[in-house]
């Protein structure tokens, strides 16, 4: 099983809305990642867990909250965000060290307005 | 200067004829290098990873990694309207990709 899986795949929300994405994967992968890609532009890191804690921060504004619960999932909190955060917000999992390469689930779409 | 660079392209190809990516990477902490496939729409995929200097063959799809030079190319034959797509490359060091090179393939 190579799936990596996301919900919801759209997500419309107001610039006052909490809203929280989901990311699982059951490949016993040990580093997951969030990525944000806008159009026509490759993905951009954001954060990355190993063994479930937090070793990249890509310099993320405060609005955008990761947690990783436990060793298959892997979510983002999201508060107070503007226009400008809509994008394609991809979650991907890998073996610890990524030399093997990393998988993405289908992403998750928002727009905020 | 980016830590990985394609040529960014676009790239247009007649069917059934060979299809070369090429990506350029400054970060010699990689170990790994991958190629990723992007449809319009959907999320990358996974189709290529090489870890040693040389070619590696995975049915019409030949990666190649020089690292003298510092370079990973990919390579499509017999290219088909299905390998339309955007192109990425990555190290497995600082998971940032290379800008991407959007391929088409004119039937």
């Known amino acids: 099983d190579t799936e990596v899986t996301q919900t919801p795949k759209h997500l419309v929300m107001g610039m006052t809305n909490k809203k929280s994405l989901k990311c699982e994967q059951h490949?016993?992968?040990?580093?997951m990642y969030w990525y944000k890609q806008k159009a026509k532009k490759p993905p951009e890191l954001m954060f990355v867990?190993?063994?479930?804690?937090?070793?990249i921060n890509e310099s993320v504004p405060s609005r955008f909250s990761p947690e990783c619960p436990n060793s298959s999932l892997l979510n983002l909190h999201l508060h107070a965000l503007q226009p400008e955060d809509s994008a394609l917000y991809l979650c991907?999992?890998?073996?610890?060290?990524?030399?093997?390469?990393?998988?993405f689930g289908p992403g998750t779409r928002l727009t905020v307005t | 200067q980016k830590e990985v660079e394609q040529n960014s392209g676009p790239l247009s190809v007649p069917e059934g004829a060979i299809a070369s990516l090429n990506c350029t990477y400054s970060?010699?902490?990689?170990?790994?290098f991958f190629w990723y496939r992007q449809y319009s729409g959907k999320s990358p995929e996974l189709i290529m990873s090489?870890?040693?200097?040389g070619d590696k063959e995975d049915g019409r799809f030949t990666a190649q990694l020089n690292k003298a030079s510092q370079y990973v190319s990919l390579l499509i034959r017999d290219s088909q309207p299905s390998d339309s797509a955007t192109y990425l490359c990555?190290?497995?060091?600082?998971?940032?990709f290379g800008t991407g090179t959007r391929l088409t393939i004119i039937p």
């Open positions: 990555a190290g497995n060091e600082k998971l940032t």
């Open positions: 867990y190993s063994y479930e804690k937090l070793s």
């Open positions: 090489i870890y040693s200097n």
């Open positions: 490949m016993g992968h040990r580093a």
């Open positions: 970060d010699r902490g990689s170990q790994s």
């Open positions: 991907a999992s890998s073996q610890d060290n990524n030399l093997r390469g990393q998988y």
